[in-house]
């Protein structure tokens, strides 16, 4: 069935530093791929999205590329704030399944000044 | 409204006690999805609604749990008899189109925290 795995956490890094946050996906059909943001005390907020293969989603100073020959959307950004400290979640959804939504477990980003 | 809105924000209950919880999704969208988040975990589905019909319930732990959806907007989930392993954070999210459909995205609500003492 579908899934999305994404990395464990915790993961603490300096101001300024770079981020990969990897999200592997296993998907019946084509999915659209997504990221979602939980900052603290509050809800998932969509960050980015990709619908088909070589699409980058883009936010925020955020991208990811959707590839499907590595069945991949690895989250990056070149230089991290505190405030990007929060939990991502990778998830798809997919066409063949009813686009049902699958998440990953969530990585726990802290930024320390 | 301007985004999906959930209440309580927080919920202390005893044990045994029944809760409802609240969501009122975004004007216009037809499909509506309740997910239950347990501290350090990720998001486990438990229902979607698409319109007032409940097509996928599997989620839904147990009998306890049960939910409705009226005039295709606002939500409740209701927990009867609350256990103490119910205490998690339950989000609802909301989009336009539903499953079935092109490429749909969710929308979150903050989320109710409950804690069954």
């Known amino acids: 069935g579908d899934s999305v795995t994404q990395m464990e956490g915790p993961v603490t890094l300096s101001e300024e530093a770079f981020l990969t946050i990897n999200c592997t996906y296993t998907a019946t059909g084509y999915p659209s791929l997504f990221w979602y943001v939980q900052y603290p005390g509050e809800g998932l907020q969509l960050l980015l999205k990709a619908t088909k293969a070589d699409d980058k989603g883009s936010n925020k100073g955020f991208e990811a590329t959707y590839r499907k020959e590595t069945t991949s959307f690895h989250l990056e950004k070149g230089s991290v704030q505190v405030s990007d400290s929060a939990v991502y979640f990778c998830a798809l959804s997919d066409q063949d399944t009813g686009n049902q939504f699958y998440f990953g477990t969530g990585t726990s980003l802290t930024v320390i000044p | 409204g301007a985004g999906v809105s959930q209440s309580p924000s927080n919920k202390v209950t005893e044990k045994g006690k029944d809760v409802e919880l609240r969501c009122d999704p975004i004007?216009?969208?037809?499909?509506l999805y309740w997910y239950r988040q347990s501290l350090g975990q990720g998001l486990e589905f438990l229902i979607y609604f698409q319109g007032n019909s409940a097509p996928d319930k599997s989620g839904l732990p147990s009998d306890r749990f049960s939910a409705e959806r009226t005039g295709g907007s606002v939500s409740t989930l209701t927990i009867q008899r609350t256990q103490q392993e119910d205490s998690a954070v339950y989000l609802c999210?909301?989009?336009?189109?539903?499953?079935?459909?092109?490429?749909?995205?969710?929308?979150f609500g903050p989320g109710t925290r409950l804690t069954v003492l």
């Open positions: 004007s216009g969208h037809t499909a």
């Open positions: 999210a909301s989009s336009l189109r539903g499953r079935g459909r092109r490429t749909d995205t969710q929308y």
